[in-house]
């Protein structure tokens, strides 16, 4: 991977939908080499889907809660069945799991974290409630400091 890799992830990563020939004319190359080395990254598995930024107020979404969740293994099963969460992840520290979930109104909110308070798997569940509802989702790219490796 070189400069002109980190280029083309970069601008992809502010719009997935930016044309290659767009790409190629901003960093001075041919349309063929940036098709190239797109279908490269993701054979390599570095770029592995195009995504969408959705805005959660506008299909109906009050706000977000973040989860900090200390419990076993089992609750991750738990948490994917459950319809407004959109990220779990596993995590090192005070709680064991950190989960994202959209509610779309009080009511919804707090019948959903009753629902995962009730796992016999989870020992204790805080909340952060991010209001208005953030977009989804948008990896802070200026804040990613992509190098290469040597």
């Known amino acids: 991977m070189d ?16 044309p290659f020939r767009k790409i190629a004319k901003k960093l001075g190359i041919s349309t063929q080499t940036v098709i190239k080395r797109h279908d490269e990254l993701k054979k390599k598995g570095i770029i592995r889907q195009p995504s969408i930024t959705i805005d959660l107020n506008k299909v109906g979404y009050e706000g977000v809660v973040h989860l900090f969740i200390s419990g076993s293994p089992d ?10 969460i959109y990220f779990i992840t596993r995590t090192t520290g005070d709680t064991d799991i950190f989960a994202a979930m959209a509610f779309k109104n009080t ?6 974290t009753c629902r995962i308070k009730s796992m016999p798997s989870v020992k204790r569940l805080e909340v952060a409630i991010s209001h208005p509802a953030p977009v989804f989702p948008r990896p802070p790219l200026k804040k990613i400091n992509l190098q290469i490796n040597p």
């Open 3 to 18: 400069e002109v890799d980190l280029h083309i992830i970069e601008e992809l990563g502010r719009d997935a939908r930016t």
């Open 75 to 84: 609750t991750v099963d738990g948490l994917k069945k459950l319809k407004n």
């Open 107 to 112: 009511k919804d909110f707090y019948e959903t």
